[in-house]
C-alpha cells in the first residue's frame, strides 16, 4: 500500500526558507508522477509543483524561482524547497502521487488525477 508521511514545515518570517520532505512508498510501487499542493483555509487546494518520474518538473506561477521540486528515488523521498517565503505561502502542504497506470501531463495540478495523498505539513509565514 502507498504510503506518504510529509515533514519540514513550521513557522518562519518572510524571505525565509524551509525544505519539504516527503517519505513515501510510492517509488515502490511505481509512479507516473510527484507534486506538492497547498491549501490556505477557506481556499481550495492548489498545485504547487510537480516532478516526473524522469525528473521533469512544472511550477505554478506563484513559486516559480522560488521553490524547487526534487525526488531521491534511492531514498524514497520527494522534496519541496522553498525560498523567499511569503505570508500568501501559508497553507497546509501536501504531497500526492499518481499511479503509474496513469500519464503525467506537465501542469495537470487537478487533484482527483492523483491516486494518493499524505496528511500535509503546515507552513506558516510571517511578515
Not at 46 to 55: D, L, P, S
Not at 61 to 82: C, E, H, P
Not at 114 to 119: E, K, L
Amino acid at each position: 500500500q502507498v504510503h506518504l508521511v510529509e515533514s519540514g514545515g513550521g513557522s518562519v518570517q518572510a524571505g525565509g526558507s524551509l525544505r519539504l520532505s516527503c517519505a513515501t512508498s510510492a517509488y515502490t510501487y511505481g509512479v507516473s508522477c510527484m507534486g506538492w499542493f497547498r491549501q490556505a483555509p477557506g481556499n481550495q487546494r492548489e498545485g504547487v509543483a510537480m516532478i516526473t518520474r524522469a525528473g521533469g518538473t512544472h511550477y505554478a506561477d506563484s513559486v516559480k524561482g522560488r521553490f524547487t521540486i526534487s525526488q531521491d528515488n534511492t531514498k524514497s523521498t520527494l522534496y519541496l524547497q522553498m525560498n523567499t517565503l511569503k505570508p500568501d505561502d501559508t497553507a497546509m502542504y501536501y504531497c500526492a502521487a499518481r499511479s503509474r497506470s496513469r500519464i503525467c501531463y506537465y501542469g495537470d495540478y487537478v487533484a482527483d488525477n492523483y491516486d494518493y495523498w499524505g496528511q500535509g505539513t503546515q507552513v506558516t509565514v510571517s511578515s
